[in-house]
């Protein structure tokens, strides 16, 4: 049974530069979360997709933006990258019947020159 | 709006000692309450949850946390450190009653010395 996975797993772009990250779910799980963890903070919520919808969002601009696919997966993308982009990038899938445990998986680190 | 305190950035125990790693929260309604331990480069491993029921929860790798509503607290304990026990430990917390965002503290990094 695999576990949620991330791609890529290290980026570095330069500012001003779009990225698309991307995410599989745990097997059966239907809903993915994305964080930003900045070094030396702890996660901070981006959005939740379930149904190729977007049920909710934190404290990000539009800049981030996100996608949910019919299998489940997810992307998300980043436009007019900051310096203050870099980070750790971490996908979460849950059930949204049972939301109270999600599955990390193990985050692609963003670098922005 | 919930949020989650982790009062200290770092916890140093002796290998073999009972540790404690602290966490308060605040929601409005009743918590979801959650650990996460984060090894290096690595993304976030699920230890234990408080949902509902006893108060003493069991999780992962001999941890367990103590739910205690009045003072709004959620620490993790366990009885004997290890050095593999070191990483950075993560408090979260949901509020049932309101959305399905999680909120997490800042982190606290635990050193276990031999």
């Known amino acids: 049974d695999a576990g949620v996975t991330q791609s890529p797993t290290h980026l570095i772009k330069t500012r001003g530069q779009q990225v698309t990250l991307r995410c599989s779910p745990k097997s059966g799980h239907d809903t993915v979360s994305w964080y930003q963890q900045a070094l030396g903070q702890g996660p901070q919520f981006i959005f939740q997709?379930?149904?190729?919808?977007?049920?909710q969002r934190g404290n990000f601009p539009d800049r981030f933006s996100g996608h949910q696919f019919p299998n489940y997966s997810s992307e998300l993308n980043v436009n007019a990258l900051l310096l203050g982009d870099s980070a750790l990038y971490l996908c979460a899938s849950s059930l949204v019947t049972s939301q109270e445990t999600q599955y990390f998986g193990p985050g692609t680190r963003l670098l922005v020159l | 709006a919930q949020s989650v305190a982790q009062p200290e950035d770092q916890v140093n125990v002796a290998e073999g000692n009972p540790l404690t790693v602290k966490c308060t929260y605040s929601v409005s309604g009743n918590p979801y309450l959650f650990w996460y331990v984060q090894y290096p480069n690595r993304g976030l491993q699920f230890l234990l949850k408080y949902i509902t029921g006893d108060n003493l929860v069991k999780g992962s790798y001999g941890f367990e946390a103590e739910f205690n509503k009045s003072q709004t607290s959620f620490h993790l304990k366990k009885p004997s450190a290890l050095v593999s026990d070191s990483a950075l430990y993560f408090c979260a917390v949901r509020d049932r009653g309101r959305d399905d965002k999680i909120i997490f503290g800042k982190g606290t990094r635990l050193h276990i010395l031999p």
């Open positions: 997709y379930y149904e190729e919808e977007e049920r």
